[in-house]
């Protein structure tokens, strides 16, 4: 299996923040890395796919860069909306998930 | 808009056998673009990928449960279905369908709603 590991497992902030998320692959995946959001209680939400594609309907405020082993997920200009756990996810090979980084209000 | 629903006994004893059924509305599931997971999360190992069915009828599946697990489908119903067989407590979670597209480089775009499965006697 890859493991994916995602760095901070959590995170405190403001509305208004700079955000970055960083997830490591084990092996290299090219740029087969996808990022989604999931809030308590609900299925989580595709936002980022091939590392920086934003997935129509997601705000521009989010962003993806990264290839081989090292991605980050950006969020510009957070939003109360925004506050939630989010999951890197490879698709390399069999797929595999980071263990996901809770953001929460500062 | 495609919308998946997965269905099925929200308790399971152990040793018994896992089934559940996701519904899928808005698109065939043999259409060619598009693949047919389930997925489950748990709070010990978190989301974990269980396999995929493709618009062929194909199947893949997550060697770390390859020998539990078999996904089939119902094309007249437009539904897939998932088995795992001799179930422990480990494998309580929450269960999702959820599809996958070459194009998007497998991610998973549409999710179900999930549903809670607990392993208890």
């Known amino acids: 299996d890859i493991q994916m590991t995602q760095s901070p497992f959590s995170l405190s902030a403001s509305v208004g923040d700079r955000v970055t998320i960083t997830c490591r692959a084990s092996q290299s995946i090219s740029n087969y890395l996808n990022w989604y959001q999931e809030k308590p209680g609900k299925a989580p939400k595709l936002l980022i796919y091939a590392a920086s594609r934003l997935q129509t309907g997601v705000p521009s405020r989010f962003s993806g860069s990264g290839s081989g082993t090292d991605f980050t997920l950006t969020i510009s200009s957070l939003q109360s909306e925004d506050f939630a756990t989010y999951y890197c996810q490879q698709s390399y090979i069999t797929p595999t998930f980071g263990q996901g980084t809770r953001l929460e209000i500062k | 808009q495609v919308q998946l629903q997965e269905s099925g006994p929200g308790l399971v004893k152990p040793s018994q056998t896992l089934s559940l059924t996701c519904t899928v509305s808005?698109?065939?599931?043999?259409?060619?673009?598009?693949?047919w997971c389930w997925i489950r999360q748990t709070a010990g190992k978190g989301l974990e990928w269980l396999g995929r069915i493709y618009s062929t009828g194909s199947t893949n599946y997550n060697p770390s449960l390859k020998s539990r697990v078999t996904i089939s489908r119902d094309t007249s119903a437009n539904q897939f279905s998932l088995e795992l067989t001799s179930v422990t407590a480990a494998d309580t979670a929450v269960y999702y369908c959820?599809?996958?597209?070459?194009?998007?480089?497998?991610?998973?775009?549409?999710w179900g709603q999930g549903t809670r499965v607990t392993v208890s006697s």
């Open positions: 808005g698109d065939s599931i043999t259409s060619g673009s598009y693949n």
């Open positions: 959820a599809r996958d597209l070459v194009d998007f480089y497998f991610a998973f775009d549409v």
